[in-house]
């Protein structure tokens, strides 16, 4: 299944935490944090303005990108975890 995000939305994947074992003690994966990195998979067409044209998406598909912690809704498509925000929960681009 595909999904095209409508409007501002973009679809994002998140991107594997680094592993960092400390002391040798190991972080079960339920108590760690979810990344604040991701991948963009699929982009809107953009805003639609109030004179009816639309605000292009500065962002691409491929862009990994930097966003707040408690940024987008997550939605799972073909057993794979996404999460679908609006172009302005992104914080930067990551280069």
């Known amino acids: ?14 991107l594997a935490e680094k592993e ?26 953009g805003k639609v303005k109030e004179d009816g044209s639309r605000q292009p998406i500065d962002v691409k598909v491929g862009d990994k990108v930097l966003f707040g912690k408690y940024s987008g809704t997550e939605v799972k498509i073909d057993d ?3 999460l679908i925000m609006r172009e302005d929960d992104i914080l930067g681009i990551i280069q």
């Open 1 to 14: 299944m595909q999904l095209k995000p409508l409007q501002d939305r973009i679809l994002v994947k998140r």
């Open 20 to 45: 960092q074992v400390r002391g040798g003690i190991i972080i079960p994966d339920t108590a760690k944090e979810k990344p604040m990195e991701g991948e963009i998979v699929a982009v809107g067409s």
């Open 80 to 82: 794979q975890e996404y």
